[in-house]
């Protein structure tokens, strides 16, 4: 596997992220070494809030809501999934799968030993994070599910056809555009050009163009099988489950109803309704903050941390 590094110039002087790197070395099972970059600000002693981002963002997506659990003494911890921000990029296209993806985060996780998670997901962190959920439910003290789901081969819709031909057929995949078009704000040039900053060229975006064809939205896709196993252990997954959907994402409109029905632990949770597009972390940070401050006060007692 032939890997890709985005150059640390590219990261430097971003508008609002002074948050220092911090990588881990995972290995693919052909025996390529990847280096996964994430953040972990705030208390050491706290309990982790685990905030994974999707496609095609990175850790940046949560700059605002990092610095908000901060100021309120949580810990927060935001990698970059492979393919996006300051972690590796395998450069083909094929080198990317939803289970390798599992795995590497899988690994990720694991070699960070994190403990009594609070999840905060969305888009394709969700498909992920959920899938770690399943692998390691005893890690995971609760979850905070927002625009998102975990596909069994359906879920076809009009919008994401069209968001899935044009990703896999512009010539130039706008990363700034896709995110500024994704939220109910405009954002700032300085912001766009961060989401731009870990694609020097269209050969670091491999992993961004194929995260869309790889939701198994069919009985054909890979994954499927792998996806229905997970649902089977969310179905009994008792640890508070909330869903923070947004008003105007019409991806994934609706699609809280299934967890709300589906996890045990979502059915007693206080569900919120947060006010934004797709990307709602850059429309209601401080409403996302909020929220995870007083689901983490709410949990029983931390284990300790060593």
């Known amino acids: 596997m032939d890997v890709l590094r985005t150059p640390d110039e590219r990261f430097e002087n971003l508008a609002g992220w002074p948050y220092a790197p911090r990588y881990t070395q995972v290995r693919d ?35 605002q809501v990092i ?12 990698p970059d999934l492979v393919g996006f921000g300051r972690s590796d990029k395998p450069a083909a296209r094929a080198d990317y799968t939803f289970e390798r993806h599992v795995a590497w985060m899988s690994a990720w996780l694991v070699q960070n030993d994190l403990k009594d998670i609070v999840l905060f997901c969305q888009d394709w962190g969700g498909l992920i994070g959920l899938r770690l959920v399943a692998a390691f439910p ?33 010539p130039e995949l706008p ?21 731009e900053a870990p694609f020097p060229d269209e050969t670091y975006k491999e992993g961004a163009r194929i995260f869309p064809a790889l939701v198994p939205i069919t009985p054909e ?19 508070p489950f909330v869903t923070a959907f947004s008003d105007a994402d019409p991806i994934t409109r609706g699609g809280e109803m299934v967890f ?38 709410s949990l029983p007692s931390q284990e300790p941390v060593a």
């Not at 002693?45 to 700059?63: K, N, T």
């Not at 797709?278 to 996302?288: G, L, M, T």
């Open 138 to 170: 005893e890690r995971f003290a609760a979850v905070v599910a927002s625009n998102t789901g975990l596909p069994i081969g359906v879920g076809k819709s009009e919008g994401f056809e069209a968001w899935l031909n044009f990703s896999q057929n512009t």
């Open 67 to 78: 610095a908000d659990l901060t100021a309120r003494g949580r810990r927060a911890v935001a």
């Open 221 to 239: 896709h890979p994954s499927v099988e792998e996806n229905k196993a997970a649902w089977a252990v969310l179905e009994r997954f008792e640890k």
């Open 260 to 297: 709300q029905s589906r996890v045990p632990g979502a059915r007693n949770a206080a569900h919120v309704t947060l006010k934004g597009g797709h990307f709602i972390q850059e429309d209601s940070p401080s409403e996302i903050a909020a929220l995870l401050d007083g689901l983490v006060a």
């Open 175 to 195: 990363i700034g555009f896709i995110l500024n078009g994704g939220t109910a704000r405009e954002l700032s040039d300085a912001e766009r050009a961060a989401y």
């Open 29 to 63: 099972a052909d025996g390529t070494e990847l280096r996964i970059h994430h953040v972990d600000e705030g208390p050491r002693d706290q309990r982790p809030i685990l905030l994974m981002h999707g496609e095609p963002s990175w850790a940046y997506l949560y700059r």
